[in-house]
């Protein structure tokens, strides 16, 4: 899966930005994909990620509630809407596909790890000013 992300840039605490993820490939539909980040200080970090037909949605603690993970698979594109950034959301921010699941009795599990995401994008840098 070949990804393509845009949307990044400054944005003032408080504030909302989209981001979007162009994917290509004849897998890219039938992929788990998610979005993480990356400061320059610390290692890259799940945020969000959904499941093939959008139906189920996960997402790290600290953006739960203010940032939403979507995806079209007629345009094989997966967006991230991002509402009340704070300072702390300021990172380069990776599409992720072919992530790893796994079964449980509690139903489909994502490994949030980026040591097993299968595709990357480049990033796509995001500023929150406070």
């Known amino acids: 899966v070949q990804l393509q992300a845009c949307g990044g840039g400054l944005a003032r605490a408080g504030g909302s930005l989209m981001l979007s993820c162009a994917a290509s490939?004849?897998?890219?539909?039938?992929?788990?994909m998610g979005w993480f980040r990356q400061t320059p200080t610390k290692e890259r970090v799940f945020v969000a990620a959904?499941?093939?037909?959008?139906?189920?949605?996960y997402y790290d603690d600290s953006v739960a509630g203010r940032f939403t993970i979507s995806r079209d698979n007629d345009k094989n594109t997966v967006y991230l809407q991002m509402n009340s950034l704070k300072s702390e959301d300021t990172a380069v921010y990776y599409c992720?596909?072919?992530?790893?699941?796994?079964?449980?009795?509690?139903?489909?599990?994502?490994?949030?790890?980026?040591?097993?995401?299968?595709?990357w994008g480049k990033g796509t840098l995001v500023t929150v000013s406070s």
């Open positions: 992720a596909a072919d992530m790893t699941t796994y079964s449980s009795d509690y139903g489909e599990i994502v490994d949030r790890s980026a040591n097993t995401v299968g595709s």
């Open positions: 490939g004849r897998t890219s539909r039938r992929s788990v």
């Open positions: 959904i499941n093939r037909s959008g139906g189920n949605t």
